[in-house]
């Protein structure tokens, strides 16, 4: 369903995946591993960590879940695709996880024009969030901040929006874990050369 935001829309959707238990038991995991490069802590991932496609920490028997995880969103975007009228495909790209303990924050942001990418859409998937004890995302007008919209979320909820929209989340005061997938969208163009 698309949702009014200021002036513009946000799709949102509950996911309905079949592996969110699972996947938030191996997010978890991750999360209590510290990044090595060579002799150096880089930085403990509790926080924050990045995945891949077939990324093998995902792999429960044989099936890989990051894969399963990933192919649901993209079912997703295309359906978001066609809701607003856009002719083109879109892919996931740039998936990553942040675990929120008590406390912690998302400053304000937006993701365009990050790193020169051109994304054109973003999107957050509460994997592991208490509607009762967790702040949602609040968006923003713009760097201003001096308008506002929270919709209201549950976990299994999937929202994508503009990828120039400014959003964060106020902090978590709760002792419970706020886990949640973000990522970035770009278009896919099918380029022909004769």
């Known amino acids: 369903m698309l949702i009014d935001c200021l002036s513009y829309k946000i799709f949102k959707t ?7 238990q699972e996947l938030t038991n191996i997010v978890s995991n991750i999360g209590n591993q510290n990044i090595m490069e060579g002799n150096d802590l880089v930085f403990n991932s509790k926080s924050f960590f990045h995945v891949y496609e077939h990324d093998t920490r995902f792999q ?3 099936i890989n879940i990051i894969d399963l995880f990933c192919t649901k969103i993209e ?3 295309n359906l978001f695709s066609k809701l607003i009228g856009l002719d083109n495909e879109l892919e996931l790209r740039n998936i990553w996880f942040v675990e929120y303990n008590k406390n912690e924050k998302c400053s304000p942001h937006h993701h365009d024009d990050y790193n020169k990418k051109n ?18 995302t609040t968006f923003y007008n713009d ?5 506002s919209f929270t919709p209201q979320c549950d976990e299994g909820d999937l929202l994508i929006f503009p990828a120039n929209v400014w959003h964060g989340q106020p902090g978590t005061v709760s002792s419970k874990k706020r886990i949640v997938a973000s990522f970035d969208v770009k278009t896919k163009f099918d380029i022909k050369y004769n």
């Open 14 to 20: 509950n996911l309905n995946f079949s592996y969110a």
């Open 60 to 62: 429960l028997n044989d």
């Open 75 to 77: 079912i997703e975007l």
């Open 119 to 136: 994304y054109c859409f973003s999107g957050i998937y509460y994997l592991s969030f208490d509607s009762n004890e967790h702040q949602n």
């Open 143 to 147: 760097q201003s901040f001096s308008e």
